[in-house]
C-alpha cells in the first residue's frame, strides 16, 4: 500500500463552496505553521501572499459561516 499524498496547493480553502478547495488534500491531516507559530484554526491560507484566514471569535455573517480575520506573514503549509 503505498501514501501517495496529493501537492499541497498555494492557495487553499476549508470551505467546500470556495473554488480553492481541493477535497483530496484534506483526505490527510493538514499542518499551517505561521511566522512559526502553529495554528489549528486555519480556514484558508495562501503561501505566496503570505496570508491565512482564522475565525473571529464566535461571530457569524448573515449566511451562518464564520467571520474570518486575516492574518498575515510567513506561511508553511504541510501534511502532519
Request: proline fraction near 8%.
Amino acid at each position: 500500500m503505498s501514501d501517495s499524498k496529493p501537492t499541497l496547493p498555494d492557495h487553499l480553502s476549508s470551505n467546500p463552496r470556495s473554488p480553492h478547495h481541493v477535497a483530496e488534500c484534506f483526505e490527510h491531516e493538514i499542518g499551517i505553521r505561521l511566522n512559526g507559530k502553529e495554528l489549528h484554526n486555519v480556514e484558508e491560507y495562501c503561501i505566496s501572499e503570505g496570508w491565512v484566514k482564522v475565525p473571529a471569535g464566535k461571530a457569524l455573517d448573515r449566511r451562518g459561516q464564520p467571520m474570518l480575520m486575516t492574518r498575515k506573514g510567513q506561511v508553511e503549509a504541510y501534511y502532519a
